[in-house]
Structures are given as structure tokens and as C-alpha cells.
């Protein structure tokens, strides 16, 4: 967690349609069913997406409302890896919201989220330290690619610690685009050796626009949301309009993005 917003949020209206798939090692799955399928219902999607959550993990429904709706809008399916493997960084009782759309961090939430969230986290954290969610993460591909070799094009968008992940998962062979949402810590390093086309809802271009002329060159595009705060791309808070509208945009960011950069034949 890199701030006290990490663990502020609020639960998305509707209920999750998917379901938890044991043999993909208890990752979230929402089908998408084209017309011509056949009357047993075999899937014919081509393409996919990987949604790595925040610290809440699967607990909170939230990450399964927004992959039903990237499945629908996509026509694909979608995958939720329980890269926490049953233990989020955060539990789901420890969320809280803030009494104001604004409100600035002081002294003392940063005292409180230390003590209250940061330490006692620190076991979910060592079993879940990125180099360990990178071999799960590295696992369930493998397994999809086994399982599901029918897909052409997958993407994968993460949303906090999942956008710090993401980042680094763009640097493998394992997907073809990535959607970054205000993301957890990451090095300037691992933003270099990225090499599929990435789409961010978060101002970080610098880096990239200094790749603009060179071989290593990926495309990419970042849509800042002036007045939102770390989270409001996954946990918005619903009593204010415009962080709703923020949440919404940056969904559609995500689905104009795959639906660009995820084309099969």
C-alpha cells in the first residue's frame, strides 16, 4: 500500500454474474457467449482480459462488477487471478471512506494508516511481495495459455497494487496490452522495459514521450482525472457525481483501449 488511500473506498452498486473457477487456481471467470455459439454453449471468444485487483482482492465485489461489465462491452471473457491466493493485502473490513471527495492526508491519517493498516499487514505483504505475485501471476498464465488456447489477444488491466503489477507484466511474453490505474510503487525501470502498448489513468508521460524516436518505442496514452485521489478508478465514492464520472471515464478508457489494441482476425 503506498498511501492511506489505499485502503478508503466504497462498494459499486450491482452483483457479480461470474464465477469462481477452481481448476484456473480460483480465479473469477465471466463468459462472454457470442451469438453463434453453439447450443452447448462452447466458448468461441478469441480474446480475454486479466483484471489484477487492488489490495481488497476477490473479497471485494467490486473488481468482479467492473470484469462483468469489460466482458459485455468487450464481447470477451475476463479473468480475476486470486494472485493473493486467498489472503488480500487488505481486509474487506478494514475499508473506510472519507468524509469529504477531497480531503487532504494529514500527520495524522498517515499515523493511523501506519499503525492501524500498515503494520499489521505486513505478513500478507511478504507473502505477496511482487516477486512472488509475479510467479503466480506467470503460473496462471501458463495455465491459460494451456487451457484456453484459443485466445489470440489478451489484455490485462490493474488497478492500484494489480497497476503495479501490470506494469511489470508488461514485460513478458503473457499479454499484448495493458490498462494502468493509479498505480501502487513501481521503478522507472520496470516503466522502460515495457513493450506492449499501454494506456494509463494517471499522469506519468514523461518517461515515454522521450522513447517517442527510438526502436524501443510502444504506444501508449495517459488521461489524467484532475480532482480524483489514488482509488477512484476501482472504489469510488459514490456520493459525489463527479468521482463517479471519473470512475465511469476511466472505464471507458479501459474498454476503447482493448478495443483498439486487442484486434484479432
Known amino acids: 500500500m503506498s498511501c492511506p488511500k489505499c485502503v478508503e473506498g466504497y ?3 450491482g ?8 481448476e484456473f487456481q480460483g480465479a473469477y471467470f465471466t463468459a462472454f457467449q457470442s451469438q453463434d455459439a453453439s447450443s452447448s454453449g462452447s466458448n468461441t471468444s478469441k480474446r480475454a482480459v486479466v483484471l489484477l485487483t487492488d489490495g481488497f482482492g476477490l473479497p471485494l465485489k467490486n473488481c468482479k462488477v467492473i470484469a462483468d461489465k469489460l466482458s459485455t462491452s468487450l464481447e470477451c471473457d475476463v479473468w480475476i487471478p486470486d494472485y493473493f491466493q486467498g489472503r488480500p493485502l487488505i481486509p474487506l473490513n478494514a475499508m473506510s471512506g472519507p468524509d469529504k471527495a477531497s480531503q487532504k492526508m494529514s500527520i495524522l491519517d498517515w499515523i493511523k494508516f501506519i499503525f492501524i493498516n500498515g503494520i499489521p499487514s505486513i505478513p500478507a505483504f511478504i507473502s505477496s511481495r511482487p516477486s512472488v505475485v509475479d510467479a503466480r501471476l506467470a503460473s496462471f498464465f501458463a495455465l491459460l495459455k494451456e487451457k484456453k488456447p484459443h485466445y489470440e489477444k489478451i489484455g490485462a488491466v490493474g488497478y492500484c497494487y494489480g497497476g503495479s503489477a501490470v506494469i511489470r507484466l508488461a514485460s513478458t511474453s503473457s499479454i499484448h496490452s495493458v490498462v494502468v490505474c493509479h498505480p501502487g510503487q513501481f521503478s522507472m525501470k520496470e516503466v522502460r522495459q515495457m513493450k506492449v502498448p499501454s494506456s494509463w489513468a494517471c499522469p ?7 522513447r517517442k524516436d527510438k526502436p524501443e518505442f510502444v504506444e501508449y496514452e495517459f ?3 484532475p480532482g480524483t485521489q489514488h482509488g477512484f478508478a476501482a472504489r469510488p465514492n459514490l456520493a459525489y457525481p463527479e468521482i463517479v464520472e471519473a470512475h465511469e471515464k476511466a472505464l471507458e478508457q479501459t474498454i476503447s483501449w482493448f478495443k ?5 482476425g
Open 11 to 13: 462498494e459499486l452498486p
Open 204 to 210: 506519468e508521460e514523461a518517461i515515454f514521450a522521450a
Open 15 to 22: 452483483e457479480p454474474k461470474g464465477s469462481i473457477q477452481a
Open 260 to 264: 483498439k489494441t486487442l484486434v484479432v
Open 223 to 225: 488521461k489524467d482525472y
